[in-house]
């Protein structure tokens, strides 16, 4: 319970002023994943790169649901928190260098509960609740993010549009990197390899709509990852 007041503390104190500038949020929040073990899995560049996918994705269908610049800019403040969750979890998990075995995967699937735990505890014992901005978008992303449209994923089996609009946009660009990028288990794959790969979990795995808004904005992903570049 301290560590969880620790991370929960830290998480407040990012989000409760509204005058953070991005590289600021940034920063604060690799500092808050230094705490623990999420940087041997997760690095900062990673976090970046899955908010700039989250905010290419958001604008990209901006009109179709109806999201306010509002809700575009905290959706890339959010996302780098998805994995929060994961400062509870072992080291020798989260940098396994091969499959994890059924045992393990059960494990690291908790990762999802154990973040929205520290959001609550965040929101409910700092008196936040009526006073931070969008905490409903927080507490959905570091949830859900590994919900799946057929209702396979984790942690509630939620289908379709069961699955918060900001889960299933930051599920995309968190799977958009995590094939891009270099891991422990496997080497980076190309752009055109990733977008394939990302085509066929489409409509069952993926929303099909951010799909399409990658492959179409590939020079964009391109320039994120020249960017934001390990």
Same mark, same amino acid.
């Given at each position: 319970m301290q560590q969880m @007041?620790?991370? /929960?503390? %830290?998480i407040t @104190? +990012?989000?409760?002023?509204?005058?953070?500038? %991005? @590289?600021?949020?940034?920063? /604060?929040?690799?500092? %808050? +994943?230094?705490?623990?073990?999420?940087?041997?899995?997760?690095?900062p560049q990673h976090l970046k790169r899955v908010a700039h996918y989250s905010r290419l994705i958001a604008t990209n269908c901006a009109d179709t649901y109806s999201l306010s610049e509002e809700w575009i800019e905290h959706l890339y403040l959010f996302a780098p928190l998805h994995d929060i969750g994961k400062v509870f979890l072992p080291e020798k998990l989260l940098t396994k260098p091969g499959p994890l075995s059924p045992q393990e995967f059960e494990r690291m699937k908790t990762h999802t509960l154990k973040g929205r735990d520290i959001i609550d505890h965040m929101i409910d014992s700092f008196g936040y609740k009526d006073h931070l901005h969008y905490t409903g978008m927080l507490r959905n992303i570091v949830t859900h993010h590994h919900e799946t449209i057929d209702g396979k994923g984790y942690p509630y089996g939620l289908k379709g549009d069961e699955i918060p609009l900001e889960a299933r946009i930051v599920a995309v660009a968190d799977i958009l990197d995590a094939m891009l990028t270099k891991r422990v288990y496997k080497e980076a794959w190309s752009m055109d390899k990733t977008l394939k790969e990302l085509q066929k979990l489409s409509g069952s795995k993926l929303e099909p709509e951010f799909i399409g808004i990658l492959a179409s904005h590939k020079q964009e992903l391109m320039n994120i990852r020249t960017a934001s570049a390990e």
């Open positions: @007041q620790v991370y /929960a503390r %830290v @104190q +990012l989000i409760a002023s509204e005058d953070h500038t %991005v @590289q600021d949020l940034n920063s /604060a929040i690799s500092a %808050v +994943l230094r705490l623990n073990n999420i940087n041997k899995s997760e690095s």
